[in-house]
């Protein structure tokens, strides 16, 4: 009967029901947007250092992120690293920003990464043209499908200049998205150093497999002691490291995650005030209910009911409406991401702010006195 | 108190307001109810009858006096406390009959179960049970809104006797209801107290609940003034007329 007075309560004024529902409901995409842009951000972020193959990243000291780590580690710390007991291999990485020169005219920014497919140290995830063996064509170069406009060329076969040479799309990827809004770009590790006009010996980041059985702290610790130039760390600490170069020092996640507690309040004070004016219409019944011999807490399960009812709808429908712009976003050049886990936390968030919007109509009828039963 | 009440009111005293507004609404009644009679309580307006019976069904605390309820002293309990004793021993029904309206007639019977912990079939058969006690079999299903004031009274004295209490307190019960209306609400309490050997008191000033009472209890300025006992051997609707009652208190 909790359930049944609860649904009736609400149903009974359709329109205050609506307000409610309108209010978790954008309550919910804005906090799902905020979160999705957030994730859609790390992922992006992130993405090249999840799927390189490493277990420790060695970078130059103080290296902030994986497009802005120089090119400055040398052979010499990769043999150090070499000779370190535990490390299986070492795998040299060249990423820096550079200029990319279109054909019709005209220049904007890319992320070149340069590694050598055989070294299966990090190569681009999801070719949707072209092959491995084609990036290593001379020239080949291979970009993500989503940027073709952006980087003024139309698809395979296409040429343009990337820093200091010719480079011509002999491969596309779908989904790798850059953050930065530098699109990446792909080639091999020497025709990179080429074209950034640096050493052969010079690469951003030396990728480190460790051997089977290996301690990783113990690793991490014996190449920080070797390296004295640069930073060990695990894909974690590095993805951490990125993160918080792009999404805090800048600014742009404190942003979301600020859109994301603001969305969550407004919706609980949206909830707050229907539920207490609900309540107060109600509070006759309520005093009935008191004198019938009801305990508080029967009463409040009432009103907990009416709020985890409102919670539910408003979820079903804000993340059918979060969905759908996830859907229309999935093309752009800062896809939402939404996750299962995302989606849990959603839910638990949207009864946490009915639970808390319910305090203040809990209070309301804890001070209810049946006696007024005797005065209507 | 007799050794069959089952509610005793002994010496209740209850002050309303503070200060210069300090109203004694009760002074120092003395009350028991038995099972199986029917209680008028009458006075006229603003004579404590409704603040005295909200004292009897524990819904104020008496500023003195005690009360007992089933030989249980209600003194020094909590307010949840006192609501259980209202969920063990006592039904309410009302003037205004205080139905839930988003609730049906079976509904509004059953939340009365459902407070008190009885779930399920067991609620809904008994809900059903009850109302086809009080007439209303038919009505199960209808809405407060869609009954009439008799009707929904009747399903008011329904929820009131669900949970088998022995008491069953009653607010001007035929004040909204027409003569025909009243007179079925009184003798259906008056049928529930001698058949089911409950106690109702009902606080009223409608001269046409005399014929069904067993008992009148006469309030007037927050002290009972008098109580009369319907004679032996005279059947409830027959006798209307106070004169004819033997008087047992001055």
């Known amino acids: 009967m909790i359930f049944t007075l609860a649904l009736r309560n609400l149903l009974h004024d359709r329109v205050r029901l609506a307000v409610t529902l309108i209010g978790i409901l954008f309550s919910i995409v804005l906090v799902a947007v905020q979160l999705g842009l957030y994730l859609g951000s790390s992922e992006m972020i992130t993405a090249n250092i999840a799927r390189s193959n490493a277990d420790l990243f060695i970078t130059t000291y103080g290296a902030k992120s994986f497009e802005d780590g120089g090119v400055l580690l040398t052979d010499r710390e990769r043999h150090q690293a070499l000779a370190t007991p535990g490390v299986e291999s070492v795998v040299p990485l060249v990423v820096s920003f550079a200029e990319w020169r279109k054909p019709s005219g005209g220049s904007s920014r890319v992320v070149l990464v340069g590694s050598d497919a055989e070294d299966r140290g990090l190569i681009p995830w999801s070719l949707v043209e072209g092959t491995l063996d084609d990036i290593k064509a001379p020239d080949a170069i291979a970009i993500d499908r989503s940027y073709l406009g952006e980087l003024g060329v139309s698809g395979i076969g296409d040429s343009a200049q990337a820093a200091n040479g010719r480079v011509k799309i002999r491969a596309l990827t779908e989904g790798i998205r850059s953050f930065t809004q530098s699109p990446y770009a792909y080639t091999t590790l020497n025709r990179a150093r080429q074209l950034l006009g640096v050493p052969e010996d010079r690469s951003t980041f030396l990728l480190v497999k460790l051997a089977p059985g290996a301690d990783m702290a113990k690793v991490q610790a014996d190449l920080a002691g070797r390296l004295e130039s640069a930073d060990v760390l695990t894909k974690d600490e590095f993805e951490s490291r990125s993160l918080l170069q792009w999404l805090f020092r800048t600014g742009a996640g404190l942003a979301l995650i600020g859109g994301a507690i603001l969305g969550s309040l407004v919706g609980t004070v949206i909830v707050a005030q229907t539920l207490y004016s609900s309540t107060k219409d109600h509070i006759h019944e309520f005093a009935t209910l008191r004198a019938l011999g009801s305990s508080k807490s029967y009463i409040h399960k009432v009103i907990l009911a009416q709020a985890g009812l409102s919670a539910v709808i408003g979820y079903v429908l804000g993340m059918a409406i979060a969905l759908l712009v996830l859907y229309a976003s999935r093309n752009s050049s800062l896809p939402l991401v939404m996750t299962p886990g995302l989606a849990f936390w959603l839910f638990a968030l949207t009864l946490f702010m009915c639970s808390i919007s319910a305090l203040s109509a809990i209070v309301k009828v804890t001070k209810i006195d049946p006696a007024t039963v005797f005065s209507r | ?250």
């Open chain 2, 1 to 250: 108190m007799t050794t069959s009440s089952v509610l005793h009111a002994e010496n209740v005293v209850k002050e309303l307001g503070s200060g210069a507004g300090l109203v004694v609404a009760v002074k120092g009644v003395t009350l028991d109810l038995v099972p199986g009679e029917l209680t008028l309580l009458m006075g006229p307006s603003g004579s404590g009858k409704t603040t005295l019976l909200s004292i009897l069904g524990c819904i104020m605390k008496p500023t003195s006096g005690t009360i007992r309820i089933a030989d249980q002293s209600l003194d020094g309990l909590s307010a949840e406390e006192l609501a259980k004793i209202r969920r063990d021993h006592i039904g309410f029904i009302f003037q205004s009959y205080n139905l839930f309206p988003t609730l049906n007639a079976l509904e509004n019977v059953r939340i009365a179960l459902d407070v008190r912990g009885v779930k399920g079939f067991a609620a809904t058969s008994r809900s059903e049970e009850v109302l086809r006690e009080v007439g209303l079999g038919h009505r199960l299903t209808n809405y407060p809104g869609n009954l009439s004031g008799g009707e929904q009274q009747r399903v008011a004295v329904a929820r009131a006797i669900a949970s088998s209490p022995s008491i069953v307190l009653a607010d001007e019960p035929t004040a909204a209801l027409d003569s025909e209306n009243g007179h079925a609400v009184m003798s259906l309490l008056s049928r529930i107290a001698k058949e089911q050997s409950r106690s109702v008191l009902a606080v009223t000033h409608d001269p046409r609940t005399l014929g069904y009472a067993d008992r009148v209890v006469r309030i007037e300025d927050g002290r009972i003034v008098g109580e009369e006992r319907r004679p032996e051997g005279i059947n409830a609707p027959e006798i209307t007329d106070l004169t004819k009652r033997r008087k047992l208190h001055a």
